[in-house]
């Protein structure tokens, strides 16, 4: 993704943070029970998060006691974040670009981005994320894939609709993959040569939605947003009429979690 792109569409979250806290899921318990036997999650862990958005990866840090700071772009997003984060005086959140904010001088156990990592200056992140770590102390990437399962029919039923809205929509083997052909993203901490060898944790399960609720979770995709109004309603108009009378007003779409763990090298 160019950077002019990049910048534009990671902005788009901004626009309605409620939507966004209500819609996008969360991520699966077994993830936060990784990064504590992993990575040290626990009480006193000192903790940076990137890109936290309204906290969705964050009130389970901060439950689990670590000491959180997280840093999010948005200011609306980050007003939603502190609010959710209102039961956990000990987490923070501070407003700003990563690539642009000063690390504090003691540094961090864990540094982690959800969903986030890949809105980052790929000049800035990985260099950053390390610069904010102890040696020793763990980088934890993590983000969601849409794969194969739950009502393919519906999936593969929606690409002519999206073809016809957003021609630029990548084609249905794409979206429809199975979670075991993805390819592992490790080459980027690898080259770095900050981190010792990656690790790669997968889970895949299933979310069903009614047909407001999947209309909703779609308006949180940037590529969406930033659609012409007239082409968004219409994709949305023709999803939801396809839901409601071939799938009864409720469709399952399967995600697969990937936690991708490094450590970070001395010196």
Request: proline share 8%; hydrophobic share 40%.
């Amino acid at each position: 993704m160019d950077e002019n792109r990049r910048e534009r569409l990671r902005t788009t979250f901004t626009e309605d943070a409620e939507l966004y806290d209500r819609a996008r899921p969360g991520y699966p318990a077994a993830l936060y029970a990784e990064l504590a036997r992993s990575a040290g999650l626990g009480p006193g862990c000192r903790v940076l998060e990137i890109g936290c958005g309204t906290g969705k990866a964050t009130v389970p840090l901060a439950a689990a006691g670590a000491l959180v700071t997280a840093v999010e772009l948005g200011p609306e997003m980050a007003a939603v974040a502190e609010r959710n984060l209102a039961p956990y005086p000990a987490a923070e959140v501070r407003v700003g670009a990563f690539e642009a904010w000063p690390l504090p001088a003691e540094p961090f156990d864990l540094v982690l981005a959800a969903t986030a990592f890949h809105w980052i200056d790929p000049a800035v992140r990985v260099v950053k994320a390390a610069r904010a770590l102890r040696p020793g102390g763990a980088l934890a990437v993590f983000g969601t894939h849409h794969v194969r399962g739950g009502d393919v029919d519906f999936f593969t039923e929606t690409y002519p609709i999206y073809d016809r809205f957003d021609p630029d929509t990548p084609p249905p083997d794409r979206l429809m993959t199975p979670g075991g052909e993805i390819p592992a993203a490790t080459a980027e901490l690898t080259a770095a040569g900050l981190f010792g060898p990656p690790a790669v944790h997968r889970w895949e399960w299933d979310c069903s939605y009614s047909t407001r609720a999947y209309l909703d979770v779609l308006l949180t995709y940037s590529n969406h947003r930033a659609l012409p109004d007239r082409a968004r309603e219409g994709l949305l108009t023709a999803i939801a009429e396809l839901i409601d009378t071939r799938y009864g007003g409720r469709v399952t779409k399967r995600y697969m979690t990937e936690l991708t763990l490094a450590e970070r090298l001395a010196g």
